[in-house]
């Protein structure tokens, strides 16, 4: 599909949801390109829905995993090691967050619905590159790829928690890099636009906030799934292999405006 070639490459792909799931785009695109893939559904009442996806992927393995549960955790890597013996690379591609703690003042935000969302969005990236860099090791190195949102930096109405979460997921990202990278495994985040996905739906707002996206962007529209995929290809791929600790924006341009 595109010039990238992929074959013989294994990775792992946490985060889909359904077919509107930022990890199904990635997914797509890096089994197009020739990468033997594992993806991971977060528990059974999604399974029905991931498995028909993955059996339109080339011999794509499905394995649940919570990634508030360190034993499930375990038992995916342990799943990987026997399947692969070794891994090129992971998505992570998860996030979540109470509804309530989507909207209204953030001053309001609770301890729990603090927790759980800085747990599960944030968090969940440590024993995740844990898991996964003796694996890549035997390959001599692997790329780690995460997803984050601007509200890390700047304030959007409505994302509240998820922006203090995505600003420990970035400062995760540069720390992870920092330590992996005598190992050549790199740790890089996209920060995408907004796209209609599961998780965009629980944003109070997020429909206006889509439509200034598009108005304020450079590009002068809203960015598309596929152009998060084909940035999250050249990530994983040796394409990119002078890069780390990076947070590249896929947003048409959004965030260099003032006004
Ligand atoms: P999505 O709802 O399709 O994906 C979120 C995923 O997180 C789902 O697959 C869900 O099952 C998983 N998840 C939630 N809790 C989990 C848990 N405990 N264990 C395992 N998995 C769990 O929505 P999406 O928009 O594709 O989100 C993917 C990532 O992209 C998130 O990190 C999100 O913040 C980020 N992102 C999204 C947008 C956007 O506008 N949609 C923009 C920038 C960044």
């Known amino acids: 599909m595109y010039q990238i070639d992929l074959s013989g490459k294994k990775g792992i792909v946490f985060g889909v949801a359904n077919d509107r799931s930022i990890a199904w785009a990635i997914a797509q695109i890096l089994s197009g ?11 059974e009442r999604l399974r029905g ?19 508030s549960d360190d034993e499930q955790i375990a038992s995916v890597f342990q799943g ?3 399947e692969f013996d070794n891994l090129d ?3 992570h591609s998860i996030a979540y967050a109470s509804r309530d703690d989507l909207g209204g003042d953030f001053s309001s935000t609770g301890r729990e619905g603090f927790r759980i969302a800085l747990d599960i969005s944030a968090y969940s990236l440590i024993p995740l590159v844990r898991e996964a860099a003796p694996l890549m090791e035997k390959k001599g190195g692997g790329s780690i790829l995460t997803m984050t949102f601007q509200a890390s930096e700047r304030v959007f109405p409505g994302y509240n928690i998820m922006g203090t979460a995505k600003a420990a997921l970035e400062n995760e990202v540069k720390q992870l890099a920092a330590e992996y990278g005598a190992r050549n495994i790199r740790v890089n985040a996209i920060s995408a636009g907004p796209l209609e996905t599961l998780a965009a739906r ?6 206006d906030m889509k439509k200034v996206h598009a108005e304020k962007a450079p590009l002068k529209r809203n960015i598309t799934h596929e152009e998060v995929a ?3 290809l050249f990530l994983c791929s040796d394409l990119s292999s002078g890069v780390t600790g990076s947070v590249i924006p896929v947003d048409a341009g959004y965030h260099i405006m003032a006004v």
């Open 49 to 67: 829905r991931v498995s028909k996806l993955a059996e339109s992927l080339d011999n794509a393995l499905m394995l649940e995993c919570d990634v």
């Open 89 to 91: 690379f992971l998505v």
């Open 33 to 43: 390109a020739g990468a033997h893939l594992v993806l991971t559904y977060q528990n």
């Open 230 to 232: 084909k940035t999250a």
């Open 80 to 82: 990987v090691a026997r």
């Open 202 to 207: 629980g944003i109070h707002g997020f429909l």
